[in-house]
């Protein structure tokens, strides 16, 4: 199946937005969790987070505020298994309190992106793609 010309321009707009939270990381707490969201792909995905993280208008430099997102993480829109994931990853920059044993309410895929974040926290940054922390 080819991509149209939107779906082509919306995978170039999230691959950059993805790059630009990337290299809005000042620590490997936030470098880990910015990874996460760019590998999962669908939180990214949504308008709501993008504005909430400040990355809709595609800045030069984002400046990304973790800790307002977490406020608003009920009225982005978002299903209940991206709300976990979505707070699973903030709790690794340190902002809000999402218990590890909301792992269970993950499928797979999502499961192993944060499987692969903690390893990062952890040092072992042969799993990094991108930046390396």
């Known amino acids: 199946m080819a991509l149209t ?3 082509t321009t919306e995978a170039a707009l999230l691959e950059l937005r993805g ?6 990381a000042r620590t490997d707490r936030e470098l880990a969790a910015a990874q996460a969201l760019v590998d999962e792909e669908t939180i990214l995905s949504h308008r709501s987070v993008l504005g909430a993280l400040g990355l809709l208008d ?3 430099a984002a400046a990304v505020g ?13 299903d209940a298994e ?4 979505l707070g699973l990853t903030l709790s690794m920059v340190g902002v809000g309190n999402t218990p590890l044993s909301a792992v269970s309410d993950l499928d797979e895929r ?11 926290l952890a040092g072992n940054d042969t799993l990094a793609v991108g930046r390396r922390i």
């Open 58 to 60: 595609l800045p030069e």
């Open 110 to 120: 999502r499961l192993a992106i944060i499987l692969r974040a903690i390893a990062r």
């Open 66 to 78: 973790w800790e307002g997102l977490m406020g608003r993480v009920y009225t982005l829109g978002l």
């Open 19 to 24: 790059a630009r939270l990337i290299e809005s």
């Open 5 to 7: 010309t939107a779906e």
């Open 82 to 85: 991206e709300r976990v994931f």
